[in-house]
């Protein structure tokens, strides 16, 4: 039986280690798959997605909040989920007028936040 820490919830290294990958790539997707040349500008699906009229702005929420639900699994703590959805629901909110929050959605990278703040509470930090 794979050992646990008590910090982690019930789920073992390997398959932490997974979810992490898993989780990165998707947040790298959706915020900075795409490098303008030449410049230090990177553009995600998120903001491409977000284009197409309601469906596509739903489409970028249920893909974050995927990621908040696999921090959950991996026993982050209530008050960071809380953050990581404070960060969803500005990139939401923001990002569901017209233009002004397409231009927002370049910008502000969600994602890769919350991102930040699972890996930063499972090193310990």
Same mark, same amino acid.
């Given at each position: 039986?794979?050992?646990?820490?008590?910090?982690?919830?019930?789920?073992?290294?390997?398959?932490?280690?997974?979810?992490?990958?898993?989780?990165?790539?998707?947040?790298?997707? %959706?915020?900075?798959? @795409?490098?303008?040349?030449?410049?230090?500008?990177? &553009? =995600?699906?998120? +903001?491409? /997605? *977000?284009?197409?009229?309601?469906?596509?702005?739903?489409?970028?929420?249920?893909?974050?909040?995927?990621?908040?639900?696999?921090?959950?699994?991996?026993?982050?703590?209530?008050?960071? %989920?809380?953050?990581? @959805?404070?960060?969803?629901?500005?990139?939401?909110? &923001? =990002?569901?007028? +017209?233009? /002004? *929050?397409?231009?927002?959605?370049?910008?502000?990278?969600?994602?890769?936040?919350?991102?930040?703040?699972?890996?930063?509470?499972?090193?310990?930090?």
């Amino acid at each position: 039986m794979p050992e646990s820490s008590p910090k982690y919830s019930d789920v073992d290294s390997h398959t932490q280690a997974a979810t992490i990958k898993r989780l990165r790539q998707l947040s790298y997707l %959706l915020d900075t798959v @795409i490098k303008i040349p030449g410049t230090p500008i990177a &553009v =995600g699906l998120d +903001p491409i /997605i *977000g284009i197409i009229p309601i469906g596509g702005d739903a489409l970028g929420l249920i893909l974050s909040c995927y990621i908040v639900f696999e921090a959950s699994r991996l026993g982050v703590p209530k008050k960071i %989920l809380g953050r990581m @959805i404070f960060n969803i629901m500005i990139d939401s909110l &923001v =990002g569901s007028f +017209p233009v /002004i *929050g397409d231009f927002f959605d370049f910008a502000w990278t969600a994602n890769q936040y919350n991102i930040k703040l699972i890996e930063k509470y499972l090193n310990g930090h």
